[in-house]
C-alpha cells in the first residue's frame, strides 16, 4: 500500500472535512479573485474633453493640463485620480502589470515556503495579507505608494492560489481529484459574476476596494479551522504529527481512527531507503532529465495560458455595446467551465481534455476576427467561447501539472508554471493594445495553438498515483 493509498484509506476520497476546506478556501480566496477582475474597473480607457487655451475642447487631445473626464461609465478611477492620460498614459499600463509581476513573485515565494514550511502556514500568510494590502492601497493618496501596494497583493494572490490548490489536492482522493479544477474555481466564477453588478453601484475606485476586501477580514480565525495537510507532513518526516491530523480527519469524516498509525507506517515501510531530500526546491525541477524536459514545457503551456486568458479578460472593455453587461456575461459563462471540466476530467485523458480545450479556443478567436464589429451579440458570442476554452485549460492545467510533479517539489512546479503563466499576463496588456484590433486576437489564437502542441509531449496522468519523490518520477513509465 502507498502511502497515497494509506490517506485515502484513513480519510476518504472526500469526505465532510475536505468539503468544508474547500469551503473555507473558497471564501478566502474572494479578495484574491476581485483582484484578478478589477481592472476593467479601476484602470479602464477613460475619454476626456480638453478645456486647454487653443484645444477646442477636444476629445483625448494631447497634451492636456486640464481634462474633464467622461464620469458616465465610471465616476473615478485611477486614471482620472491622478491624470494618467498623454504621457503619463504608460503608468496606468505599468500598474496593470505590476499586479502579474507580484502574483509572479508570489507564486515563487509561497511556492518555496509551502514545501518547506506547511501548507497552512502559507496559506494563512497568503489570505491575511492579500486583505491588509488591498485595504491600504484604497488609502494611500500617491499614485507611487498605490505601485508598490499593487506588487504586493500581487504576490499574496500567487501564494492564494498556488497553496489553496495544492492542499486540496493532497486532502483529495485520487478517483475525487478530477472535480477539483471545476470546485476549486467556484469562488472565481462567483466573483466575476458579482462584481460588475457591485462595480455598477460602487463607480469609485477606493470604495470599490474596501467593499471588496473589508468582509473578508475573518480569515483571520482560519489558524483555528483547518489542520496542515497530513501528505505534507509525512514527506518531511514529521510521521506523529501526521497521524495526529489524520485521526482528526477521520473523525470529521466518520470514519474508524483505530489503526491509523499501524496503517501509515506500514505504508512508509515501502518506500526504499535511499530517498530523494525532504525538502524540494526549483533546482530540483531540473534535476533529472525528465524533470527538465516536464518543466520546460510546462512553463512554455502555462505562458501560453497566461497570455490568453488574461488578455481576453483585458479585451472585454473595447467589446462594443454596454460596459457592465459584457463584463457580466462574461462572467455568467465562467460557471459552464466548472461543469465542463469536471466532466472532461472524469471521462477524458488530461491531455486530450487540455488540448482539445485549447483547440477550441483558438478556432473561436479566428472566427471572432472576421466577425463585422457592428454584430455585436455574434462578437461577444465568439469572444466567450474563446474565454471559455482558455478558462477550461488553465482549471485543467492545475490538475495536469500537480500531478506530473511528485510531492516533494508539487508546489514549487505550481509556483514555477504559475510564474510562467504571469510572464504570459504581463505581454497580455502590450498585445491587446497593438492598435490592430486583428491583429492582437490572432496572437491569442496562436499561443493557444502552440501550448496544445506542447502537451503532447507530456504524460499523462489520469487515474495514475501521485508521486511522493523525485526518484519515482523518473522511473516512472509515461503514458502518452
Known amino acids: 500500500m502507498t502511502t497515497e493509498d494509506a490517506i485515502e484509506n484513513i480519510i476518504g476520497r472526500f469526505g465532510l472535512y475536505q468539503t468544508w476546506v474547500l469551503f473555507l478556501i473558497a471564501i478566502g480566496r474572494v479578495p484574491a479573485d476581485f483582484q484578478l ?74 511556492g518555496y515556503l509551502s514545501d518547506r514550511y506547511g ?68 469562488a472565481y466564477a462567483t466573483v466575476s459574476i458579482v462584481h460588475p453588478i457591485i462595480a455598477y453601484y460602487v463607480r469609485e475606485w477606493r470604495y470599490l476596494q474596501l467593499v471588496t476586501s473589508l468582509p473578508c477580514v475573518f480569515v483571520l480565525s482560519y489558524k483555528w479551522l483547518m489542520l496542515e495537510s497530513p501528505r505534507w507532513l509525512i514527506t518531511v518526516g514529521k510521521k506523529k504529527e501526521a497521524i495526529n491530523v489524520l485521526t482528526k480527519i477521520a473523525k470529521w469524516n466518520k470514519r474508524p481512527t483505530e489503526n491509523i498509525a499501524s496503517i501509515i507506517y ?12 525532504k525538502y524540494g526546491s526549483y533546482l530540483d525541477l531540473f534535476s533529472t532529465p525528465k524533470m527538465k524536459m516536464y518543466s520546460l514545457i510546462i512553463a512554455c503551456v502555462w505562458f501560453c495560458c497566461g497570455n490568453t486568458f488574461y488578455g481576453i479578460n483585458q479585451y472585454i472593455g473595447r467589446l462594443q455595446g454596454n460596459f457592465y453587461l459584457n463584463i457580466f456575461l462574461f462572467g455568467v459563462f465562467h460557471i459552464p467551465p466548472l461543469f465542463f471540466n469536471v466532466l472532461v476530467s472524469l471521462y477524458i485523458k488530461r491531455k486530450i481534455g487540455v488540448i482539445g ?44 501539472t500537480s500531478e506530473v510533479f511528485p510531492t516533494v517539489v508539487r508546489n514549487s512546479a505550481l509556483g514555477f508554471a504559475s510564474m510562467f503563466s504571469r510572464f504570459g499576463g504581463f505581454a497580455a496588456p502590450f498585445v491587446v493594445n497593438i492598435g490592430i484590433e486583428w491583429i492582437s486576437v490572432a496572437i491569442f489564437s496562436g499561443v493557444t495553438l502552440i501550448a496544445a502542441f506542447f502537451c503532447f509531449f507530456l504524460p499523462d496522468t489520469k487515474d495514475k498515483v501521485l508521486l511522493n519523490t523525485i526518484e519515482q518520477a523518473e522511473k516512472s513509465t509515461d503514458d502518452k
Open 266 to 277: 506500514a505504508a512508509e515501510e515501502h518506500k526504499t531507503k535511499k530517498e530523494e531530500p
Open 119 to 186: 501548507r497552512k502556514t502559507t496559506i494563512l500568510m497568503a489570505l491575511t495579507t492579500d486583505v491588509v494590502f488591498v485595504v491600504a492601497s484604497a488609502l494611500v493618496p500617491d499614485f507611487w505608494m498605490f505601485l508598490v501596494l499593487r506588487f504586493l497583493i500581487g504576490t499574496s494572490v500567487g501564494g492564494t492560489l498556488i497553496c489553496s490548490y495544492t492542499l486540496m489536492v493532497e486532502l483529495s482522493g485520487k478517483s475525487f481529484r478530477p472535480y477539483l479544477p471545476g470546485l476549486t474555481q467556484i
Open 37 to 110: 477582475t478589477n481592472v476593467v474597473y479601476i484602470l479602464p480607457k477613460v475619454n476626456y474633453v480638453c478645456l486647454d487655451e487653443g484645444a477646442s475642447n477636444m476629445t483625448n487631445y494631447c497634451p492636456c493640463k486640464n481634462p474633464e473626464y467622461d464620469t458616465g461609465t465610471i465616476v473615478e478611477s485611477i486614471v482620472t485620480t491622478w491624470h494618467l492620460i498623454c504621457g503619463s498614459s504608460y503608468l496606468a499600463s505599468l500598474a496593470q502589470s505590476v499586479l502579474q509581476i507580484g502574483i509572479l513573485t508570489g507564486s515563487l515565494l509561497y
Open 357 to 400: 480545450s485549447f483547440t477550441i479556443s483558438a478556432i473561436a478567436l479566428v472566427i471572432f476576427i472576421y466577425i463585422p464589429s457592428d454584430l455585436e451579440s455574434i462578437s461577444l458570442a465568439f469572444a466567450i467561447l474563446g474565454h471559455i476554452g482558455s478558462n477550461m485549460a488553465f482549471g485543467q492545467m492545475y490538475l495536469f
